[in-house]
């Protein structure tokens, strides 16, 4: 069933961070059905995502609000289900990474996935690791900022055996027409699994997630974060070892991919043997919790969906007991605090009634915020925060993507490695 989601932009112009009144003005942006935001231009001024066309088909789009243009509809790769979905820009968001549904040219009247590329109009298809007889998939999910690296992955045959055609996820980057795989954590045989969640600005690093031995019991297998750079993958750890379920990822990195933010299973607070998600940074070697939004009972729950470029601020997702809420958290304050509480009290925005607990998508020069939430009357609509000058506070250098955009993607639509 289609959702009509009805889509605004706010347009707050804001003297200083630390204001405390802003004046501020509502410019419709349209209706859009099915609007998802995975991602945006360094300036804010594109978003990458998917919509539902005018036949009811989830297609891949650009939309630059600035220039009142509307959505752009960036198409599909071929023959098939009609299906595409972007997840990443570029930097001045003229080159745009995703998937598509293709057709299976190996079993008729089914579909494979493949990450495209897509520039000046055109959309091209990626290719896969490894082409094989039906269960091939590839997915880009992000992109430097020139727009010359992308990460992702790819199934290819299981290393560990498993029997024949038994598929698994690899992470790869594809650059200058090539695609490679960047390995796995696991050597063991246990389990191999890796997928790409985030480039570094400068191509240098990629972060996400790969199977490695639990280290609590070496006959099972737990996701870790990791790190790539210089052809080498590195396990980032965990924020608790002894946790009931073990398990790390990272969703982004800054910009020289020094410092890596994500999610990390810990101990629940208050109710044993049981494991919750907490937010990280990982910065010199050192992975540290970022905490939650609530206190004591609960709900406990965080998870850092992006970074800004120079690793001092991370946005997320966090828990309060009416519900999911974006939240920001800096290295200066090292405190969590909810996006809701930011507008309303430091900049004064007016938010009655209106709920935002999906993390937002913010310009590198920390002057655009762009995010889905809910307002008075319970539509859904996206939002957009113009402050007039770059801020030297808390937003500036910001540069995120909607990882909650690029995971319902993936995971939706995923096809499967068996």
Not at 64 to 70: H, M, Q
Not at 147 to 157: D, Y
Not at 197 to 221: E, F, I, K, M, W
Not at 364 to 392: C, H, K, Q, R, W
Request: glycine letters at 12%; aromatic letters at 6%.
């Amino acid at each position: 069933m289609n959702t009509k989601i009805s889509c605004f932009a706010t347009l707050l112009a804001i003297s200083a961070l630390g204001a405390t009144s802003a004046s501020a003005s509502f410019t419709s942006l349209g209706v859009v059905d099915g609007l998802v935001i995975n991602g945006s231009s360094a300036d804010g001024a594109y978003i990458v995502g998917q919509y539902i066309d005018a036949l009811g088909n989830p297609i891949a789009m650009r939309w630059d609000i600035t220039a009142g243009a509307g959505l752009e509809d960036l198409g599909e790769l071929a023959t098939g289900s009609v299906w595409s979905d972007a997840l990443a820009a570029s930097g001045d968001g003229s080159v745009v990474v995703g998937a598509s549904l293709i057709e299976n040219p190996n079993k008729p009247n089914t579909d494979l996935m493949e990450a495209f590329i897509w520039e000046a109009g055109a959309m091209t298809g990626l290719g896969f690791l490894e082409v094989s007889n039906g269960n091939d998939l590839s997915v880009a999910t992000a992109i430097s900022a020139d727009g010359t690296l992308v990460a992702g992955h790819s199934n290819v045959s299981n290393p560990g055996g498993g029997g024949e055609g038994k598929k698994v996820s690899e992470a790869f980057i594809w650059e200058a027409g090539v695609m490679t795989g960047l390995g796995f954590l696991a050597a063991d045989g246990i389990d191999y699994h890796s997928e790409a969640l985030a480039v570094s600005g400068d191509g240098s690093v990629v972060v996400g997630l790969a199977s490695n031995t639990d280290p609590s019991d070496p006959t099972q297998s737990v996701d870790e974060a990791f790190l790539w750079a210089g052809g080498v993958m590195t396990g980032l750890g965990f924020l608790q070892v002894d946790t009931k379920d073990v398990r790390s990822e990272a969703t982004g990195v800054s910009y020289d991919g020094s410092t890596v933010i994500g999610t990390s299973n810990v101990d629940h607070p208050d109710v044993p043997d049981t494991s919750v998600q907490q937010a990280f940074v990982w910065a010199d070697g050192v992975m540290t919790g970022l905490g939650f939004l609530a206190d004591s009972p609960g709900p406990y729950h965080s998870i850092a969906t992006a970074v800004s470029a120079d690793g001092s601020v991370v946005v997320g997702e966090s828990k309060l007991i009416t519900g999911p809420e974006a939240f920001v958290w800096t290295s200066e304050s090292n405190e969590m605090r909810s996006l809701r509480e930011v507008l309303e009290a430091d900049l004064g925005v007016d938010l009655t009634g209106w709920t935002i607990d999906n993390p937002p998508v913010i310009s590198s020069d920390g002057n655009t915020m762009i995010a889905l939430a809910t307002n008075p009357d319970g539509e859904v609509e996206a939002f957009v925060t113009y402050l007039p000058e770059p801020a030297g506070g808390i937003y500036a250098g910001i540069a995120l993507l909607s990882w909650l955009g690029r995971r319902r993607a993936a995971r939706s639509k995923r096809a499967s490695t068996s």
